[in-house]
């Protein structure tokens, strides 16, 4: 598997004074992703994960974008979501309603919700059978040099193990290269059965914004931005685009240890 090179502070990493700037930017990158892809192709195809990343959308549901972004034409997908109901409180998919998407006009029929009533494995292929179909529509883009799908944006978080997705540390899921979207059952975070893209997929995308907050994750940001490690031992190092922009975005505590 191809490796980039060290990544780089001045290239990849921003860092504010606190989470209310870095949402405030955060708010600000992801808008004119939106308008530039909107513009190019007339949808913006963005990506979700769990976690403390949906509160730090906030910013996206207040003027002056709650009525400057163009919320019609978004297409919105999950990196990784437990397999659960949607109204469990261990959905990703609730988290994200609850915070983010019932806040903005996004219309429900472009908000790509894994099925709730299948088994991990089934629930993987279904997400991928309904990628497939969107690429077709032509509303989702595929790579030039590859088979993958290219989203515009994938907003992820990093666990404080370096997991990023439902790609855990030396889990044999992160060599996985044959699907789109694959399931695990032996999650070493609770809940144990989710569905998460595969480390291909997320290397497609034309725009990585990685949210860090936090001193809990310092350690970890350290990591990422330190040696280049084997392949799949720190997901969350491994998780750049290999044709496309990555941006890490960290509070002062996130990146203290740098
Ligand atoms: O389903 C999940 O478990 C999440 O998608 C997960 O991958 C999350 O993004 C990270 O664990 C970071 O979460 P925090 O930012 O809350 O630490």
């Given at each position: 598997m191809a490796s980039f090179g060290k990544l780089d502070k001045d290239l990849n990493l921003q860092v504010y004074e606190n989470v209310e700037e870095l949402s405030n930017s955060l708010a600000e990158h992801v808008a004119q992703l939106s308008a530039s892809a909107v513009k190019d192709r007339g949808a913006f195809t963005v990506v979700l994960s769990g976690g403390s990343l949906i509160k730090t959308l906030?910013?996206?549901?207040?003027p002056p974008y709650l009525h400057?972004?163009?919320?019609?034409?978004w297409h919105v997908f999950w990196v990784d979501e437990r397999?659960?109901?949607?109204?469990?409180?261990?959905s990703n998919y609730k988290l994200a309603y609850d915070g983010f998407l019932s806040k903005?006009?996004?219309?429900?029929?472009k908000v790509y919700a894994i099925n709730?009533?299948?088994s991990a494995q089934g629930a993987a292929e279904d997400y991928e059978f309904g990628l497939k179909q969107l690429v077709k529509t032509g509303i989702l883009a595929m790579a030039d040099t590859n088979d993958y799908p290219r989203f515009d944006l994938l907003l992820m978080g990093m666990g404080p193990?370096?997991?990023?997705a439902s790609l855990f540390p030396?889990?044999?899921?992160?060599?996985?290269?044959?699907?789109?979207v694959a399931s695990i059952t032996?999650?070493?975070?609770?809940?144990?059965e989710r569905i998460t893209f595969t480390l291909p997929v997320i290397q497609t995308a034309a725009n990585i914004f990685f949210v860090a907050n936090g001193e809990g994750k310092a350690e970890m940001v350290a990591k990422v931005f330190g040696e280049e490690l084997p392949?799949?031992?720190l997901p969350s190092q491994s998780a750049r685009p290999t044709n496309g922009k990555l941006i890490w975005f960290a509070d002062k505590g996130a990146a203290s240890k740098l």
């Open positions: 906030g910013k996206l549901c207040e400057t972004v163009d919320w019609g034409n397999v659960v109901k949607k109204d469990h409180p261990d903005v006009p996004i219309p429900s029929e709730d009533t299948l193990d370096g997991h990023c030396n889990h044999p899921l992160v060599h996985v290269k044959e699907k789109w032996d999650s070493p975070k609770p809940p144990p392949f799949g031992q």
